[in-house]
């Protein structure tokens, strides 16, 4: 696998119990990838990105036992390098959790 750094590249092979860990997240269901959740508005800056895919974000979070994506922040740029992360890993083979495999998320609640 290439990575855009090496900063990059230790944070996201870390294992899950330590420090701060980069994880690249898929989603399955609609709730998410019909946009119906304001939880996932993304910048902008992400939707004008060339390449990106609507199932998967980059998310930073501390170490963790279980993924729980409400406990970690989405970035869209390296916090290393400020490489486009939507445009450097386009392959899915990068992807560390996927919804309803790794994790779950929870419908929005009035």
Known sequence: MKFCCNRFEG?????NHFGINIRMVKFTSPIFLDGGYEL???????????????????????????????????????????????DFYTDDSYINEIEGETFTIFKKQV
Not at 11 to 15: E, Q, R, V
Not at 40 to 55: E, M, P, Y
Not at 66 to 86: A, Q, W
């Open 11 to 15: 944070a996201y092979c870390i294992g």
């Open 40 to 86: 996932f508005n993304i910048s902008r800056l992400a939707q004008k990105t060339k390449n990106k895919k609507k199932d998967i974000i980059f998310c930073m979070t501390m170490g963790y036992e279980t993924f729980r994506f409400e406990l970690s922040t989405i970035i869209i740029f390296c916090p290393f390098c400020g490489v486009n992360l939507f």
